[in-house]
C-alpha cells in the first residue's frame, strides 16, 4: 500500500471553501478523463460524491489511481494537486450529497433541492474517498 500524504494545514481552506476540482481519472483506452467535481475533506481524505454509473466512477473501480486539482479563485497561483487512491463505497454517500449541496448551492439537499427526487431512484450514489499519496500545494513547493 503507498504511504499516505498529509495536505498541508496551509491549503486546507481550499478544500473546506465551496471551490470546485478538477478530478482525473484513466478510462480503459489509457487516455485520462477529467470532470469538474464537489470537493468534501474529512482533515485527511478528499471526498467527492457521485454516482455509481457514472464513467469517472467506473474509472476508479477499475483503476483507483487519480489526481484531483483545486485552484484557489482569488489566487491563481496557489493551489493544491493531490495524486491517491480512491475507494469507492455507498456508505455515508446520501448525506455527503446533502452536505456538498448545502456548501456548493442554496440547497439544503441534493435529492429534491439540485435535481428533483425522482432521480434518486434512477441512480445509485456513492461516496470516492481519495487518500493523499503525494501533494503538491502551489507552484513553488
Known amino acids: 500500500m503507498p504511504t499516505t500524504a498529509t495536505i498541508p494545514a496551509s491549503h486546507h481552506d481550499l478544500l473546506e471553501r465551496p471551490i470546485c476540482g478538477v478530478l482525473a481519472t484513466m478510462l480503459p483506452s489509457g487516455f485520462p478523463q477529467a470532470s469538474v467535481v464537489w470537493c468534501g ?11 455509481a454509473e457514472r464513467t469517472k466512477t467506473k474509472n476508479m473501480a477499475a483503476r483507483p489511481l487519480v489526481a484531483i486539482l483545486i ?7 496557489r493551489f493544491l494537486q493531490i495524486r491517491g487512491e480512491a475507494e469507492i463505497t455507498e456508505d455515508g454517500a446520501a448525506e455527503m450529497a446533502d452536505r456538498l449541496a448545502t456548501a456548493y448551492t442554496e440547497h439544503d439537499r441534493f435529492y429534491g433541492g439540485v435535481v428533483a427526487m425522482e432521480q434518486q431512484h434512477e441512480e445509485t450514489r456513492v461516496l ?3 487518500r493523499p499519496t503525494r501533494v503538491t500545494a502551489d507552484a513553488i513547493t
Open 128 to 130: 470516492c474517498r481519495i
Open 41 to 51: 475533506f474529512d482533515g485527511t481524505d478528499v471526498l467527492v460524491s457521485t454516482t
Open 71 to 77: 485552484a484557489d479563485p482569488d489566487d491563481g497561483s
